[in-house]
């Protein structure tokens, strides 16, 4: 079992920033390729982000790629994503997500993630 715990979320401005952190528990946490997904009110939850297990490679939606920025730090177990010059659409409950994966590549779909965090709420402001 994998725990993950994320945290930062809340009220930004457009056009600032916001620094979404995601702690994990249990598990050999450099295991795990890790992912960023967010959920809006009525739509389904989308993949945003993620970084494979040594950090060397990440993937980005497209309507992120430029702003966001997904990293991770192995020795503290934690996964993050840098939020720059949000959108107002960019307003939603984020997830981190762990996917039980050691060849190096990441994935964007939903299904190939194990365990999920219970989000955290990004607001953003026009």
């Known amino acids: 079992q994998v725990q993950l715990v994320e945290s930062g979320g809340g009220l930004v401005q457009a056009g600032g920033s916001l620094r979404l952190s995601c702690a994990a528990s249990?598990?050999?946490?450099?295991?795990?390729?890790m992912g960023w997904f967010r959920q809006a009110p009525g739509k389904e939850r989308e993949f945003v982000a993620a970084?494979?297990?040594?950090?060397?490679?990440?993937s980005y939606a497209v309507s992120v790629e430029g702003r966001f920025t997904i990293s991770r730090d192995n020795a503290k177990n934690t996964v993050y994503l840098q939020m720059n010059s949000p959108k107002t659409e960019d307003t939603a409950v984020y997830y981190c997500?762990?996917?039980?994966?050691?060849?190096?590549?990441?994935?964007?779909?939903?299904?190939?993630?194990?365990?999920w965090g219970q989000g955290t709420q990004v607001t953003v402001s026009s």
């Open positions: 997500a762990a996917d039980w994966l050691k060849t190096g590549a990441v994935r964007s779909s939903r299904s190939s993630y194990d365990y």
């Open positions: 970084i494979n297990w040594s950090g060397g490679r990440t």
């Open positions: 249990g598990r050999t946490f450099s295991n795990y390729a």
